[in-house]
């Protein structure tokens, strides 16, 4: 059984885009067009050239707005700013990851790469604001990012989280190798599994999985 697995937590810490809604409500095709816009405005590089340096970015930086606060010295506030000025009102609110979020016993958190403003606005869309206790952008690592061991003992450390007793939900599974390693239970949230023993569990749909959770 799932239940048995999760017996011990106390923290639940959840990722927030193409975790908390489903990919193909599609936030990244947005932001993607408006990553791409910046940079090009930002390097005079052609799109494509542009999409190439976001995505080398995310690569070896961990994210695109990493790579450029190192190499092009930008502000990451006007960047965030920038890259989530998107449309969320296509969203749905999904009362059954609500509950299965709020019978969840101990605290829940999002942990984002994003903005702090970016995940209220998508939690406040999909009727999740209640269901959650804290919220973290990017900005409360100091812009270091996920998957860096720096990122996660920053935010880890301003809320109190004890790794050995939390769970971490991502739809990225490089940013489950840190968790992994701390401690925490890991749980892939994706149409298609990861392979990796950083990953203890896989699910396509996060509301019927948290649902085996508190059984």
């Known amino acids: 059984?799932?239940?048995q697995h999760f017996l011990h937590v106390d923290t639940w810490v959840f990722d927030l885009d193409n975790t908390l809604y489903p990919p193909s409500d599609d936030l990244f095709g947005q932001m993607?067009?408006?990553?791409?816009?910046?940079?090009?405005r930002l390097t005079g590089l052609d799109a494509g050239k542009?999409?190439?340096?976001c995505h080398a970015y995310w690569v070896s930086h961990g994210s695109t707005l990493a790579g450029l606060m190192e190499h092009h010295d930008i502000d990451p506030h006007h960047f965030l700013a920038d890259v989530h000025d998107i449309d969320v009102s296509h969203l749905r609110s999904d009362p059954d990851l609500?509950?299965?979020i709020t019978e969840l016993p101990?605290?829940?958190i999002v942990y984002t790469?994003?903005?702090y403003n970016h995940a209220k606005r998508v939690l406040a869309a999909r009727g999740l604001t209640r269901a959650f206790d804290a919220v973290y952008g990017v900005e409360h690592a100091d812009f270091k990012p996920k998957p860096t061991e720096d990122a996660f003992s920053r935010v880890f450390a301003k809320d109190g989280v004890r790794p050995k007793t939390g769970a971490m939900f991502e739809d990225?599974?490089?940013?489950?190798?840190v968790p992994h390693a701390l401690g925490m239970r890991t749980v892939h949230v994706h149409d298609t599994p990861?392979?990796?023993d950083h990953i203890h569990h896989h699910t396509d749909n996060l509301a019927d999985f948290l649902s085996q959770v508190v059984r």
């Open 98 to 100: 609500q509950a299965a």
């Open 106 to 108: 101990g605290r829940k």
């Open 32 to 40: 993607d067009v408006r990553f791409k816009a910046y940079v090009m």
């Open 50 to 53: 542009a999409l190439e340096l």
């Open 172 to 177: 990225e599974a490089r940013n489950l190798t």
């Open 1 to 3: 059984m799932v239940a």
């Open 194 to 196: 990861a392979i990796g």
């Open 113 to 115: 790469n994003g903005s």
